[in-house]
C-alpha cells in the first residue's frame, strides 16, 4: 500500500519561504512511470497544481507559480520536498503530495493533507 505524508510546518509569516517535506512509503519516488507532486486548495476554492518531479528527477512547475517554486527529493529518504518563497496570505491552503501515474494518467495516491496559514 502506497502511502504518502506530509510534514507539518503550521503558521508561516508573509514574505517567509513555505517548507514542506513528502515522506513515501510504500514505493520508491525512483519507480519508472510515476511522478511525484504538490497540489493545493485554497479555502472555498478549487485544487491547483504547483508542481512535481518525476522518478528520474526531472521537474515541472505551474507557470503561475513557477517563479517562486522549488521541488527537490532526496531518494536515501525517499522524500521529497516542496519550496515556496515570499508566501503572501493567498498561499495559506491544504497542501497535498501526491503520486501520479502515467500508464493511468491518474493521481492515484494523495496524502492526507496539511494545513499551511500564512498569516503575521
Known amino acids: 500500500q502506497v502511502q504518502l505524508r506530509e510534514s507539518v510546518p503550521g503558521l508561516v509569516k508573509p514574505s517567509q519561504t513555505l517548507s514542506l517535506t513528502c515522506t513515501v512509503s510504500g514505493d520508491s519516488i525512483t519507480t519508472n512511470d510515476y511522478s511525484w507532486n504538490w497540489i493545493r486548495q485554497p479555502p472555498g476554492k478549487g485544487l491547483e497544481f504547483i508542481g512535481g518531479?518525476?522518478?528520474?528527477?526531472?521537474?515541472a512547475y505551474s507557470t503561475s507559480l513557477k517563479s517562486r517554486t522549488s521541488i527537490s527529493r532526496d531518494t536515501s529518504k525517499n522524500q521529497f520536498s516542496l519550496q515556496l518563497s515570499t508566501v503572501t496570505p493567498e498561499d495559506t491552503s491544504v497542501y497535498y503530495c501526491?503520486?501520479?501515474?502515467?500508464?493511468?494518467?491518474?493521481?492515484?495516491?494523495w496524502g492526507q493533507g496539511t494545513q499551511v496559514t500564512v498569516s503575521s
Open positions: 501526491v503520486r501520479y501515474g502515467w500508464a493511468k494518467r491518474s493521481f492515484d495516491y
Open positions: 518531479i518525476t522518478y528520474s528527477g526531472g521537474t
